[in-house]
């Protein structure tokens, strides 16, 4: 069986419904699905105006389709587009194979990106497992031979003092105000 990549475009009329286009686009897949397709990419462009009138209308709800079917799945859909009262236009155009292998290359190299981010994150510490490193430190320094050590971290932080000059644009901690 002979398949080739697709590109299917149809504009549905403007007063269609979201449960409508839901329809349209369930009937287009299981077309494809009966028929040994497959359904690769689901570009819904929403309402856009066009480019002259078609059956009185000024808008449509535009939606794109990349597909890798068979010659028998084409005519089909063809066939079932073209008596839909809802579809206003539809275009069905055999896709270039070097540009599909290069999407296809790229989609695989975000999807490796994906997967290896995905690996990072899970390497990173998360919030759930920070309190039992934390524990394991403490217990470590705990252990260690600190003989000799001098300091404590209270004695990196310094306190910050203040002069009277910054004191003055200070606001006071509780509104005097309110005490009254």
């Avoid at 066939?79 to 790229?106: C, F, I, N, P, Y």
């Avoid at 994150?121 to 320094?141: C, F, K, R, Y």
């Avoid at 932080?157 to 203040?162: A, F, R, S």
């Amino acid at each position: 069986m002979v398949t080739r990549d697709y590109e299917l475009g149809f504009i549905l009329n403007p007063e269609v419904s979201e449960e409508q286009t839901q329809a349209i686009l369930n009937r287009v897949e299981q077309i494809v699905a009966t028929h040994g397709g497959q359904i690769v990419q689901v570009n819904k462009w929403g309402r856009r105006r066009l480019s002259y009138p078609i059956e009185h209308h000024r808008d449509g709800n535009y939606i794109f389709l990349d597909m890798i079917l068979t010659p028998e799945t084409v005519a089909e859909l063809d066939r079932t587009l073209r008596v839909s009262e809802e579809v206003l236009r539809h275009l069905m155009k055999r896709r270039d194979s070097r540009t599909v292998q290069k999407e296809r290359e790229a989609r695989a190299a975000a999807a490796a990106a994906a997967a290896s981010a995905e690996a990072q994150a899970q390497a990173e510490p998360t919030s759930a497992n920070i309190e039992g490193i934390e524990a394991a430190v403490e217990e470590a320094l705990a252990d260690a031979d600190l003989e000799g050590a001098e300091g404590t971290n209270e004695d990196v932080i310094e306190p910050v003092t203040l002069s009277e000059e910054d004191m003055a644009d200070v606001p006071p901690a509780i509104d005097e105000e309110t005490l009254e």
